[in-house]
């Protein structure tokens, strides 16, 4: 058996003399870049860096604060900066298939490019929406598609009032709508006074309520379809204000970006998207009552409503 003896402090140090190095402190050194005692690990680390293939991953084992996470990402990083830049792929709405966006891949460095210049279009959106919508002439056209449906509505139920007068019928308005009544000296008959008529004038005035009860229906009939055609109008003209107040605004993006197709495709489905939506972005008022609200149009489905209005884009 060894005998054991014990140490003094000196054993324990090694005296290491400074006059051999030629710097004064170690940041006057350059990193060293390599691994130490580490030859293995750095093969397997190089080696998986090779492969090209999806599925692999590169595992690192070994005990907490031994650098494991800051080898392998110099090592990483050191390999990215001898590879080619990657383009930039930008995901965009796709507005046939809201839940499949379309992949779009531009130089390396445009994409950010791209975002920047979509956020502010859709900035510029909204300014010029507005005032088109705010617009005088908008305003004034509204109110003249308007104001036709409700003398087309008028003008019917006036002509038919007076061909009700002339054969002695009056149109009464009730809580329930508009009713039909035979009439005598301008007073509505009772049920008991038309049965103390001679027979034949209670049968021509029971004819005469039923050929206007018959007119007005058609009449009420007709409304639905007036409303639709007013609707219609409305529209087309929301399309029409649309589309004169952001068309510049398009036409300059597209010149930024005229040597990429798919972009020029987006900016197309964009802009056919705003105008065919455009009554999304009316302001709620008076003149406009069933217009979906313009400054709800950016507040998170920006809204629900105004995102897939306006940032969908």
């Known amino acids: 058996m060894t005998d054991i003896h014990k140490l003094a402090a000196s054993d324990l140090y090694r005296r290491c003399d400074p006059g051999q190095f030629s710097f004064t402190t170690t940041d006057e050194l350059e990193t060293v870049q390599s691994v130490i005692g580490q030859p ?4 397997a680390l190089q080696f998986g860096m090779e492969i090209q293939e999806e599925g692999y991953n590169i595992f690192a084992l070994g ?22 830049v990657p383009v930039d792929w930008c995901y965009v709405n796709n507005f046939e298939e809201t839940h499949e966006p379309r992949a779009i891949h531009l130089p390396a460095g445009m994409g950010v490019e791209f975002r920047r210049d979509i956020e502010e279009l859709l900035s510029e959106l909204r300014t010029s929406l507005s005032a088109a919508f705010e617009s005088d002439e908008y305003q004034t056209r509204r109110q003249s598609i308007t104001q036709e449906f409700q ?26 709508g508009l009713a039909v009544a035979p009439v005598k000296d301008g007073e509505v008959l009772s049920p008991e006074e038309l049965e103390d008529m001679p027979e034949e004038d209670q049968e021509r005035l029971r004819s005469n309520v039923q050929e206007i009860q018959d007119d007005m229906q058609e009449i009420l009939r007709q409304v639905p379809r007036w409303q639709r055609e007013m609707q219609d109008q409305l529209k087309e003209l929301n399309h029409e204000m649309a589309q004169l107040a952001i068309g510049g605004l398009f036409d300059e993006l597209r010149g930024t970006y005229a040597e990429f ?27 406009n009552p069933q217009a979906e609200s313009l400054r709800q149009m950016m507040a998170g489905r920006q809204g629900a409503d105004r995102d897939e209005a306006l940032l969908r884009r």
């Not at 293995?40 to 093969?43: D, G, K, Q, T």
């Not at 003398?151 to 329930?176: C, G, H, M, N």
């Not at 197709?261 to 008076?286: K, S, T």
């Open 40 to 43: 293995r690990a750095v093969e």
């Open 151 to 176: 003398e087309k509505q008028s003008e019917a139920f006036e002509e038919l009032r007076q061909r009700a007068e002339r054969q002695q019928v009056a149109l009464i308005r009730t809580p329930a």
């Open 261 to 287: 197709d798919p972009i020029l495709q987006h900016l197309d489905a964009v802009e056919q998207d705003v105008v065919q939506n455009a009554e999304h972005f009316l302001e709620h008022g008076e003149q």
């Open 63 to 84: 005990p907490p604060g031994t650098g494991k996470r800051s080898v392998i990402d110099r090592f990483f990083r050191r390999r990215a900066g001898e590879e080619q």
